[in-house]
């Protein structure tokens, strides 16, 4: 079957940096996306990877590896605003988007 | 303005009833979808449309049926709701079918309680 795993939740301090990580098994492969969803909000978009290596985009970056069926989301500087759960999508050789349940990051000052 | 806007914000009723969830975007997209996010947080895609017709029908309920008047707006109406059915009903569009890294923009949710 078709299967996202990521963390259930994590928390980092203000300033810091941190890794959210997510494995996907999927038919076929298309890309992977990250969204940020804030309490109450909806789902926006960070980022896309459809090539191995590592995409920076500003204080957010992300990373995959075909091989190993994984990803991460590295937010530096992190701040306040960060707070939010962050989901990983992968998208199969349908070209359907196979969700995960979403990290949900808690920042502490 | 808002890219894609979905009304009601909120929505509360009886089981049993009929109730109908707008969506309107305008990007200008090709193709719109309507997910459904439940407690756990996961988001099911439950219909796609490209151009007014249907490209995606996952295994929901019959009773959830979608209606796409023009490429710009996909409705979904829901007959003899029941308590399951309470969730977050997201819309969302893209500019293409899904073909690739075409992100998908989101409405702002409709909190759907059935009690």
């Known amino acids: 079957g078709q299967n996202i795993d990521q963390p259930t939740e994590m928390t980092a301090t203000e300033g810091a940096i941190v890794q959210i990580n997510c494995t996907y098994q999927?038919?076929?492969?298309?890309?992977l996306f990250w969204y940020q969803q804030h309490a109450g909000e909806a789902p926006t978009f960070l980022s896309y990877?459809?090539l191995d290596g590592l995409e920076e985009k500003g204080r957010f970056s992300s990373f995959l590896s075909r091989s190993k069926g994984y990803s991460y989301l590295l937010l530096k500087e992190l701040q306040m605003k960060d707070s939010a759960s962050y989901l990983c999508?992968?998208?199969?050789?349908?070209?359907?988007?196979?969700w995960g349940a979403g990290t949900k990051l808690i920042i502490k000052p | 303005d808002t890219a894609v806007s979905q009304t009601p914000k909120y929505l509360v009723t009886q089981m049993g009833n009929d109730k109908s969830i707008k969506c309107e975007q305008n990007l200008g997209h090709d193709t719109m979808y309507w997910y459904k996010q439940d407690s756990k947080k996961f988001l099911k895609i439950m219909f796609s449309?490209?151009?007014?017709?249907?490209?995606i029908n996952e295994t929901v309920p019959n009773r959830f049926s979608p209606k796409s008047p023009d490429k710009a707006h996909l409705n979904l109406h829901i007959n003899s709701l029941e308590l399951g059915d309470s969730a977050v009903y997201f819309c969302?569009?893209?500019?293409?079918?899904?073909?690739?890294?075409?992100?998908?923009?989101f409405g702002s949710g409709t909190q759907l309680s059935v009690l």
């Open positions: 999927t038919s076929g492969f298309n890309g």
């Open positions: 449309y490209n151009n007014k017709e249907l490209i």
């Open positions: 990877n459809v």
């Open positions: 969302a569009s893209s500019q293409v079918g899904g073909t690739g890294g075409e992100k998908l923009f």
């Open positions: 999508a992968a998208m199969d050789s349908n070209y359907q988007l196979i």
